[in-house]
């Protein structure tokens, strides 16, 4: 059989760099049962919406930070990937004590 592959292939992750320019954050929303509360956080990137969905209220980011994290790209939006939101740092910039 020509062709055959086993299993799915995974789509690759986009990574996005930019700055934070608004943050909105929904909930708690309860999937179901015995699953703890999600907050979903609206974050606009450099004039582009995504959606962040996490347990935490509080973001480790700030509107103004530069950030950098990893999204699918789906039919309902762009999702970022659960831990993958931070302050980029800037090499350049960086000084070692």
Do not use: C, N
């Not at 703890?36 to 980011?61: A, F, I, K, M, N």
């Amino acid at each position: 059989m020509e062709g055959y592959k086993r299993g799915r292939r995974r789509q690759p992750r986009e990574e996005k760099r930019g700055t934070l320019e608004s943050v909105e954050t929904e909930g708690p929303f309860k999937e179901w049962l015995g699953m703890p509360d999600l907050y979903r956080h609206t974050l606009v990137v450099d004039g582009e919406t995504y959606s962040y969905q996490v347990e935490e209220l509080e973001l480790p980011v700030a509107v103004g930070d530069y950030v950098v994290f990893r999204y699918r790209d789906t039919k309902g939006g762009r999702w970022v990937d659960r831990r993958s939101l931070g302050v980029a740092i800037d090499p350049s910039s960086y000084q070692r004590d």
